[in-house]
């Protein structure tokens, strides 16, 4: 019965508390309704999220939270009033997962047979430390799957070419897309696995640190790429008579390298990379393009202990560097810049503007640019956890990529939408195809 505000139950007339997230299995880039029910009225909870990643690194993330007059929680409503973030955000607790051992970035490995398996907790008070004392009130596991049933994956290992071609379901013929990563090397699918389940036809390409490519990058063969993009059109799957380019960091470099040079690629996604050509040469054919010089001397070590590469780099704009800027003039295609305003890694903006100046310059205008303010380095699919910083390729050096939480979410879960209309625009005949 009701006594002013507050609620007193017989100890038979207790509610047990439920947490209900649904869908509790879904694709990674799609959001998860989180409600609790059956809590004593007003109480204050603690809301956890923890996963392992496929090498035993932990994630975890806390929000705190108030339960309405009739003890429920709705995550679309309530603001987290404190934790790892503040404020109305139904996915916080996804995109803020931090790793327990510093510099660690989340990166599912094997996309086809596994999900990542987020576990979810609500305790009845403000939990700040995590304790094996206290127990949750509930819980529920909820998967999240980078690929949907039907897909398939295909290993490339064609003459020297290594990657994983990733179909959807169906005859098709499909739109085509070439996928990027930068100096983490290796071959990374999780993008291309997701996007596969959007319609496109998705080939993750690993050009360095991969099987019996070379471990260190030394230079940037650009046929590799014309091969790989030849492969994918030769494919009965695939839709011509173009394909795309999806990419981030130095893959960015290099798909607007292949946006320059190669007749194939027509529409090009390039994140917060570069305009012109740093440390290493790109050849292709008889062409050799030297990079531009970068300057050790102005790294800067953040408080993380985490070093800035933003000021490292000499300046395309230099008349002794025009040699190494990429000739966007000669892009047949549609190219989208994707800028996160707080990358700690590369004056991305900077380049971009340059870019886009130069096609202006030539009567181009096949080039666009959008602008997240506060958003970092490593732009990922939605509901992904800001990496601000983490180990290089070669494991000594910890690289500062930037981002606020909040902000790089949002970017997150905008620029995929845009990234995906992009795609549809200029690589389907009719936009109805898909």
């Given amino acids: 019965m009701w006594a002013g505000s507050t609620t007193q139950w017989s100890l038979g007339q207790l509610p047990m508390p439920q947490l209900k997230a649904t869908p509790a299995s879904a694709l990674a880039d799609e959001p998860v309704h989180i409600r609790a029910t059956g809590l004593p009225p007003m109480q204050l909870v603690t809301l956890t999220a923890s996963l392992k990643d496929e090498r035993g690194n932990l994630f975890r993330s806390k929000a705190f939270y108030k339960a309405n007059e009739a003890g429920e929680l709705d995550l679309q409503e309530a603001p987290s009033l404190g934790g790892d973030y503040v404020g109305v955000h139904p996915m916080g607790l996804f995109w803020s997962l931090k790793p327990e051992r510093p510099f660690r970035r989340l990166l599912k490995k094997d996309v086809m047979s596994s999900p990542f398996s987020v576990t979810l907790d609500i305790y009845n008070s403000v939990c700040l430390l995590e304790s094996a004392m206290v127990q949750p009130s509930a819980s529920q596991v909820v998967q999240r799957w980078f690929r949907c049933p039907g897909t398939q994956r295909v290993q490339i290992w064609e003459g020297r070419l290594r990657g994983a071609l990733f179909l959807p379901p169906g005859e098709g013929p499909f739109p085509g ?16 696995s997701l996007l596969a389940t959007h319609g496109f036809a998705v080939l993750a390409l690993a050009y360095f640190a991969y099987e019996d490519l070379p471990q260190l990058l030394r230079e940037v063969d650009l046929e590799y790429f014309e091969e790989a993009a030849n492969l994918l059109l030769a494919h009965p799957k695939i839709q011509g008579p173009g394909i795309g380019v999806m990419s ?6 290099i798909g607007l390298a292949m946006a320059c040079f190669l007749k194939q690629v027509v529409a090009t996604v390039c994140i917060n990379g570069a305009n012109a050509i740093f440390d290493f040469p790109l050849k292709y054919r008889d062409l050799v393009m030297s990079p531009i010089q970068s300057f050790m001397e102005r790294m800067e070590t953040d408080v993380s202990g985490a070093v800035r590469l933003f000021h ?21 295609g549609q190219i989208l810049f994707i800028i996160g305003e707080n990358d700690q890694s590369i004056n991305s903006r900077e380049y971009a503007k340059q870019a886009l100046e130069q096609l202006k310059s030539h009567g181009r205008s096949n080039g666009r640019m959008l602008v997240y303010p506060g958003a970092g380095h490593l ?31 949002a970017a997150q879960e905008h620029a995929w939408g845009e990234i995906q209309m992009f795609f549809r625009q200029h690589l389907t005949q009719t936009r109805s195809q898909l």
Avoid: T
């Avoid at 981030?248 to 470099?253: C, M, Q, T």
């Avoid at 732009?379 to 990496?387: N, Q, R, S």
């Fill in 177 to 192: 897309i070439i996928d990027l990563f930068g100096g983490v090397g290796g071959l990374v699918e999780f993008r291309a």
């Fill in 248 to 253: 981030v960091s130095k893959g960015a470099e």
């Fill in 379 to 409: 732009i990922e699919p939605p509901y992904a956890p800001l990496c601000y910083a983490s180990r290089n390729n070669a494991g000594s050096l910890i690289l500062l990529w930037g981002g606020d939480p909040v902000a790089h979410a």
């Fill in 312 to 332: 490292y780099r000499g300046d395309p704009r230099d008349k002794a560097n025009r040699q190494s800027v990429l000739p966007i003039e000669k892009a047949q």
